[in-house]
Protein backbone atom coordinates (compact mmCIF):
# COMPACT_ATOMS: atom_id res chain seq x y z
CA UNK A 1 0.00 0.00 0.00
CA UNK A 2 1.76 3.24 -1.21
CA UNK A 3 1.24 6.85 -0.82
CA UNK A 4 -0.40 6.09 2.39
CA UNK A 5 1.36 5.45 6.25
CA UNK A 6 -1.13 3.33 7.85
CA UNK A 7 -2.14 -0.22 6.24
CA UNK A 8 -4.98 -0.99 7.87
CA UNK A 9 -7.70 0.15 9.37
CA UNK A 10 -8.67 -1.00 12.86
CA UNK A 11 -12.27 -1.09 14.36
CA UNK A 12 -13.39 1.86 15.84
CA UNK A 13 -13.57 1.25 19.62
CA UNK A 14 -16.76 2.98 20.17
CA UNK A 15 -18.78 1.62 17.57
CA UNK A 16 -21.24 -1.44 17.83
CA UNK A 17 -20.43 -3.51 14.89
CA UNK A 18 -17.53 -5.04 13.94
CA UNK A 19 -16.08 -5.65 10.07
CA UNK A 20 -14.06 -9.09 9.12
CA UNK A 21 -13.24 -9.88 6.09
CA UNK A 22 -13.57 -13.01 4.06
CA UNK A 23 -10.60 -15.04 3.39
CA UNK A 24 -11.80 -15.99 0.20
CA UNK A 25 -12.60 -12.56 -1.08
CA UNK A 26 -11.20 -8.57 -0.54
CA UNK A 27 -13.84 -5.54 -0.35
CA UNK A 28 -10.97 -2.86 0.19
CA UNK A 29 -9.59 -1.03 -2.32
CA UNK A 30 -5.78 -0.36 -2.31
CA UNK A 31 -4.98 2.32 -0.65
CA UNK A 32 -3.32 4.00 -3.95
CA UNK A 33 -6.98 3.96 -4.32
CA UNK A 34 -8.80 5.60 -1.37
CA UNK A 35 -9.68 9.35 -1.93
CA UNK A 36 -9.14 11.82 0.64
CA UNK A 37 -12.33 12.98 1.57
CA UNK A 38 -13.15 16.79 3.36
CA UNK A 39 -15.41 17.06 5.43
CA UNK A 40 -16.68 20.22 6.83
CA UNK A 41 -17.63 20.21 10.83
CA UNK A 42 -19.01 23.24 12.54
CA UNK A 43 -17.02 23.30 16.07
CA UNK A 44 -18.44 25.65 19.18
CA UNK A 45 -14.33 26.39 20.01
CA UNK A 46 -11.46 26.15 18.37
CA UNK A 47 -9.04 26.64 21.32
CA UNK A 48 -8.29 23.82 23.50
CA UNK A 49 -7.40 23.88 27.04
CA UNK A 50 -4.09 21.66 27.52
CA UNK A 51 -4.22 19.48 31.00
CA UNK A 52 -0.58 18.32 30.59
CA UNK A 53 2.00 18.74 32.30
CA UNK A 54 4.57 17.72 30.76
CA UNK A 55 3.43 18.65 27.29
CA UNK A 56 4.67 22.47 27.80
CA UNK A 57 1.98 24.38 26.69
CA UNK A 58 -1.37 25.71 27.82
CA UNK A 59 -3.59 25.70 24.56
CA UNK A 60 -3.92 24.38 21.57
CA UNK A 61 -5.67 25.30 18.19
CA UNK A 62 -6.57 22.23 15.12
CA UNK A 63 -8.30 23.59 11.81
CA UNK A 64 -8.20 20.05 10.88
CA UNK A 65 -8.68 16.63 12.67
CA UNK A 66 -7.22 13.90 10.66
CA UNK A 67 -4.11 14.43 9.04
CA UNK A 68 -3.56 13.63 5.35
CA UNK A 69 0.86 13.33 5.99
CA UNK A 70 0.02 9.51 7.02
CA UNK A 71 2.69 9.72 9.57
CA UNK A 72 2.63 5.92 10.66
CA UNK A 73 3.51 6.60 14.45
CA UNK A 74 0.89 9.96 14.90
CA UNK A 75 -0.53 9.91 18.44
CA UNK A 76 -3.05 12.01 17.11
CA UNK A 77 -4.99 8.88 15.51
CA UNK A 78 -6.30 8.18 18.63
CA UNK A 79 -8.59 10.76 18.45
CA UNK A 80 -10.51 9.98 15.27
CA UNK A 81 -12.53 7.19 16.75
CA UNK A 82 -14.15 10.41 18.26
CA UNK A 83 -15.35 11.21 15.27
CA UNK A 84 -16.84 7.76 14.24
CA UNK A 85 -13.88 7.11 11.91
CA UNK A 86 -11.30 4.70 12.39
CA UNK A 87 -7.26 5.21 13.43
CA UNK A 88 -6.00 3.64 10.38
CA UNK A 89 -6.85 5.02 7.06
CA UNK A 90 -9.30 6.73 7.91
CA UNK A 91 -7.36 9.07 9.79
CA UNK A 92 -5.24 9.98 6.91
CA UNK A 93 -8.58 10.18 4.43
CA UNK A 94 -11.29 11.99 5.89
CA UNK A 95 -10.22 14.93 7.01
CA UNK A 96 -12.64 16.97 9.35
CA UNK A 97 -12.19 20.63 8.43
CA UNK A 98 -13.17 23.89 10.67
CA UNK A 99 -14.03 26.57 8.17
CA UNK A 100 -15.52 28.90 10.71
CA UNK A 101 -11.67 28.66 12.56
CA UNK A 102 -10.87 32.61 12.08
CA UNK A 103 -14.17 33.60 13.60
CA UNK A 104 -14.06 31.13 16.67
CA UNK A 105 -10.26 32.44 17.34
CA UNK A 106 -11.52 36.66 16.73
CA UNK A 107 -14.41 35.67 19.09
CA UNK A 108 -12.78 33.67 22.25
CA UNK A 109 -9.51 36.87 21.61
CA UNK A 110 -12.06 39.32 21.53
CA UNK A 111 -13.77 38.25 24.71
CA UNK A 112 -12.94 40.47 28.12
CA UNK A 113 -12.15 36.84 29.78
CA UNK A 114 -9.44 35.58 27.96
CA UNK A 115 -6.06 35.97 29.80
CA UNK A 116 -3.26 35.94 27.16
CA UNK A 117 -1.17 32.71 27.17
CA UNK A 118 0.75 31.36 23.93
CA UNK A 119 -1.77 28.94 21.98
CA UNK A 120 0.22 26.18 19.92
CA UNK A 121 -1.08 26.00 16.02
CA UNK A 122 -0.84 22.34 14.84
CA UNK A 123 -0.55 20.75 18.82
CA UNK A 124 -2.48 17.52 17.20
CA UNK A 125 -2.67 17.58 13.39
CA UNK A 126 -0.74 19.75 10.95
CA UNK A 127 -2.54 23.12 10.00
CA UNK A 128 0.01 22.84 6.66
CA UNK A 129 -1.23 19.68 5.52
CA UNK A 130 -1.99 19.63 1.52
CA UNK A 131 -5.66 21.20 1.78
CA UNK A 132 -4.89 24.13 3.43
CA UNK A 133 -3.12 25.24 0.29
CA UNK A 134 -6.63 25.74 -0.75
CA UNK A 135 -8.76 26.48 2.04
CA UNK A 136 -5.74 29.10 4.02
CA UNK A 137 -8.46 28.40 7.26
CA UNK A 138 -4.53 28.76 8.99
CA UNK A 139 -3.38 31.52 7.27
CA UNK A 140 -6.21 32.99 8.56
CA UNK A 141 -5.71 32.01 11.71
CA UNK A 142 -2.48 33.83 11.58
CA UNK A 143 -3.78 37.28 10.25
CA UNK A 144 -6.20 37.23 13.69
CA UNK A 145 -3.29 36.70 15.70
CA UNK A 146 -1.33 38.81 13.86
CA UNK A 147 -4.23 41.75 14.77
CA UNK A 148 -4.65 40.83 18.09
CA UNK A 149 -1.02 40.61 18.55
CA UNK A 150 -1.42 37.07 20.43
CA UNK A 151 1.47 34.70 20.72
CA UNK A 152 1.61 31.72 18.88
CA UNK A 153 3.95 28.44 18.75
CA UNK A 154 3.54 26.72 14.97
CA UNK A 155 4.65 23.26 14.82
CA UNK A 156 4.15 21.64 10.80
CA UNK A 157 6.34 18.98 8.64
CA UNK A 158 5.36 20.88 5.55
CA UNK A 159 6.85 23.64 3.36
CA UNK A 160 3.36 25.47 2.82
CA UNK A 161 4.76 27.57 6.25
CA UNK A 162 7.04 29.58 3.74
CA UNK A 163 3.57 31.15 1.71
CA UNK A 164 2.99 32.72 5.21
CA UNK A 165 6.39 34.14 5.69
CA UNK A 166 5.26 37.43 5.79
CA UNK A 167 3.23 37.09 8.52
CA UNK A 168 5.26 35.15 10.77
CA UNK A 169 8.41 37.73 9.91
CA UNK A 170 6.42 40.54 11.14
CA UNK A 171 4.71 38.93 13.93
CA UNK A 172 8.73 37.51 15.06
CA UNK A 173 9.81 41.51 14.97
CA UNK A 174 7.51 41.43 18.25
CA UNK A 175 8.30 38.62 19.38
CA UNK A 176 5.51 37.05 18.53
CA UNK A 177 5.99 33.62 17.23
CA UNK A 178 8.14 30.75 17.50
CA UNK A 179 8.18 27.85 14.80
CA UNK A 180 8.99 24.77 15.26
CA UNK A 181 10.04 22.22 12.10
CA UNK A 182 9.61 18.29 12.64
CA UNK A 183 12.27 16.51 11.00
CA UNK A 184 13.15 12.88 12.49
CA UNK A 185 15.43 11.21 9.40
CA UNK A 186 18.18 12.42 6.97
CA UNK A 187 16.76 9.46 4.88
CA UNK A 188 14.56 10.41 2.32
CA UNK A 189 13.42 6.68 1.80
CA UNK A 190 12.93 6.27 5.04
CA UNK A 191 10.56 9.67 5.28
CA UNK A 192 8.39 8.41 2.25
CA UNK A 193 7.67 5.07 4.54
CA UNK A 194 7.26 6.51 7.75
CA UNK A 195 5.69 10.05 6.62
CA UNK A 196 4.64 9.67 3.23
CA UNK A 197 2.98 12.84 2.45
CA UNK A 198 5.25 15.26 4.05
CA UNK A 199 7.62 17.25 2.97
CA UNK A 200 11.21 15.73 1.63
CA UNK A 201 14.08 16.50 3.82
CA UNK A 202 15.98 18.56 1.66
CA UNK A 203 12.77 20.86 1.60
CA UNK A 204 12.34 21.17 4.80
CA UNK A 205 15.89 21.95 6.13
CA UNK A 206 15.12 24.46 3.46
CA UNK A 207 12.37 25.78 5.42
CA UNK A 208 14.44 26.18 8.45
CA UNK A 209 16.84 28.30 6.49
CA UNK A 210 14.42 30.25 5.02
CA UNK A 211 12.52 31.16 8.31
CA UNK A 212 15.46 31.25 10.18
CA UNK A 213 16.93 34.29 7.56
CA UNK A 214 13.59 36.15 8.18
CA UNK A 215 14.03 36.56 11.76
CA UNK A 216 11.66 33.49 12.66
CA UNK A 217 12.76 31.73 15.79
CA UNK A 218 13.16 28.04 14.77
CA UNK A 219 13.15 25.15 16.94
CA UNK A 220 14.22 21.87 14.91
CA UNK A 221 11.89 18.81 16.71
CA UNK A 222 13.84 15.63 16.36
CA UNK A 223 11.01 13.64 16.71
CA UNK A 224 10.01 11.12 17.12
CA UNK A 225 13.18 9.37 18.26
CA UNK A 226 12.58 5.61 17.32
CA UNK A 227 14.85 3.02 18.61
CA UNK A 228 16.28 0.74 16.06
CA UNK A 229 14.67 2.76 13.21
CA UNK A 230 16.24 6.15 13.43
CA UNK A 231 17.67 6.51 16.88
CA UNK A 232 21.14 6.13 15.16
CA UNK A 233 20.48 9.58 13.13
CA UNK A 234 20.71 11.93 15.80
CA UNK A 235 23.96 13.23 15.58
CA UNK A 236 23.97 13.91 11.81
CA UNK A 237 20.28 15.28 12.15
CA UNK A 238 21.83 18.09 14.87
CA UNK A 239 24.30 19.29 12.65
CA UNK A 240 22.09 19.60 9.25
CA UNK A 241 19.29 21.40 11.57
CA UNK A 242 21.97 23.50 12.99
CA UNK A 243 23.53 24.34 9.98
CA UNK A 244 20.16 25.09 8.04
CA UNK A 245 19.68 27.74 11.09
CA UNK A 246 17.79 26.00 13.69
CA UNK A 247 18.18 28.16 16.74
CA UNK A 248 17.17 25.41 19.15
CA UNK A 249 16.36 21.51 18.96
CA UNK A 250 14.27 19.04 21.70
CA UNK A 251 13.52 15.58 20.64
CA UNK A 252 11.02 13.16 22.09
CA UNK A 253 10.67 9.17 21.75
CA UNK A 254 8.31 7.30 19.97
CA UNK A 255 5.16 5.96 21.72
CA UNK A 256 2.35 3.95 20.24
CA UNK A 257 -0.57 4.61 22.39
CA UNK A 258 -4.03 3.38 22.17
CA UNK A 259 -5.01 1.91 17.90
CA UNK A 260 -1.50 3.60 17.26
CA UNK A 261 0.41 0.36 18.64
CA UNK A 262 -1.15 -2.19 15.83
CA UNK A 263 -1.26 0.05 13.11
CA UNK A 264 2.56 0.29 13.60
CA UNK A 265 3.29 -3.27 14.29
CA UNK A 266 1.60 -4.06 11.01
CA UNK A 267 3.62 -1.59 9.17
CA UNK A 268 6.76 -2.10 10.42
CA UNK A 269 6.63 -5.95 10.07
CA UNK A 270 5.19 -5.18 6.18
CA UNK A 271 7.86 -2.43 5.26
CA UNK A 272 10.73 -3.29 7.78
CA UNK A 273 10.29 -7.44 8.06
CA UNK A 274 13.83 -8.00 8.66
CA UNK A 275 14.56 -5.90 11.67
CA UNK A 276 10.94 -5.60 12.93
CA UNK A 277 11.35 -7.64 15.99
CA UNK A 278 14.62 -5.75 16.96
CA UNK A 279 13.03 -2.42 16.54
CA UNK A 280 9.38 -3.10 18.51
CA UNK A 281 11.61 -5.30 21.42
CA UNK A 282 13.36 -1.13 21.92
CA UNK A 283 10.45 0.73 21.68
CA UNK A 284 9.01 -2.02 24.15
CA UNK A 285 12.76 -1.37 26.43
CA UNK A 286 12.07 2.52 26.89
CA UNK A 287 8.79 2.19 28.24
CA UNK A 288 8.90 -0.65 30.46
CA UNK A 289 8.03 -4.00 28.21
CA UNK A 290 4.86 -2.27 26.44
CA UNK A 291 4.73 -0.39 23.34
CA UNK A 292 3.26 2.77 25.29
CA UNK A 293 3.78 4.33 28.92
CA UNK A 294 1.48 6.89 29.56
CA UNK A 295 2.99 8.25 32.34
CA UNK A 296 3.41 11.99 32.98
CA UNK A 297 7.12 13.16 32.65
CA UNK A 298 8.10 9.75 31.74
CA UNK A 299 6.37 8.84 28.45
CA UNK A 300 8.02 11.73 26.30
CA UNK A 301 11.50 10.24 26.81
CA UNK A 302 11.05 7.08 28.20
CA UNK A 303 13.67 5.28 30.99
CA UNK A 304 16.19 2.22 31.22
CA UNK A 305 19.61 2.27 29.79
CA UNK A 306 18.56 2.63 26.13
CA UNK A 307 16.34 5.55 26.82
CA UNK A 308 19.74 6.76 28.99
CA UNK A 309 21.71 6.12 25.67
CA UNK A 310 19.24 8.09 23.37
CA UNK A 311 19.37 11.07 25.84
CA UNK A 312 23.19 10.92 26.13
CA UNK A 313 23.23 10.97 22.18
CA UNK A 314 21.03 14.15 22.05
CA UNK A 315 23.23 16.11 24.47
CA UNK A 316 26.33 15.12 22.92
CA UNK A 317 24.50 16.48 19.32
CA UNK A 318 23.42 19.13 21.18
CA UNK A 319 26.82 20.25 22.48
CA UNK A 320 28.49 19.69 19.00
CA UNK A 321 26.48 21.32 17.03
CA UNK A 322 24.41 24.01 18.85
CA UNK A 323 26.65 25.19 21.91
CA UNK A 324 24.57 28.27 22.22
CA UNK A 325 21.01 28.11 23.01
CA UNK A 326 18.87 30.75 21.82
CA UNK A 327 15.59 30.25 24.07
CA UNK A 328 12.89 31.97 23.01
CA UNK A 329 10.52 34.20 25.11
CA UNK A 330 6.94 35.55 24.16
CA UNK A 331 6.17 38.82 24.90
CA UNK A 332 2.41 38.91 25.98
CA UNK A 333 2.66 42.44 26.87
CA UNK A 334 1.21 43.53 23.26
CA UNK A 335 -2.27 41.74 23.59
CA UNK A 336 -4.21 43.94 25.68
CA UNK A 337 -3.31 47.39 24.02
CA UNK A 338 -4.26 45.18 20.71
CA UNK A 339 -7.32 44.02 22.24
CA UNK A 340 -9.00 47.58 23.63
CA UNK A 341 -9.71 49.24 20.42
CA UNK A 342 -12.06 46.92 18.98
CA UNK A 343 -15.04 47.63 18.92
CA UNK A 344 -16.95 45.27 16.91
CA UNK A 345 -16.67 41.25 16.21
CA UNK A 346 -17.29 42.11 12.71
CA UNK A 347 -14.17 43.91 12.06
CA UNK A 348 -12.02 41.48 12.92
CA UNK A 349 -13.42 38.64 10.58
Not at 22 to 28: A, G, I, M, N, Q
Not at 134 to 160: D, Y
Amino acid sequence: MRGRGAQINPDNPFSKHRSARHPDLTFSKPAEEVNTEYLETHAKTIINKVDSPDIGLEYSMNPYQGCEHGCVYCYARNTHPYWGYSAGIDFESKILVKRDAPQLLAKKLSSPNWVVAPIMLSGNTDCYQPVEAKLKITRQLLEVLERFHHPVGVITKSALILRDKDILSRMAEKNLVSVAISINTLDESLRRQLEPRTASIPRRLQVIEELSAAGIHVLAMLAPVIPGLNDHEIMDLMGAVSKAGAKNAGYITVRLNGDVGPIFTDWVRKKYADRADRILNRIMDIHGGKLNDSRSGIRMKGEGKYAEMIAAQFQLALKRHLPVIHPFEYDLTQFEKARKPQTSLFDLI
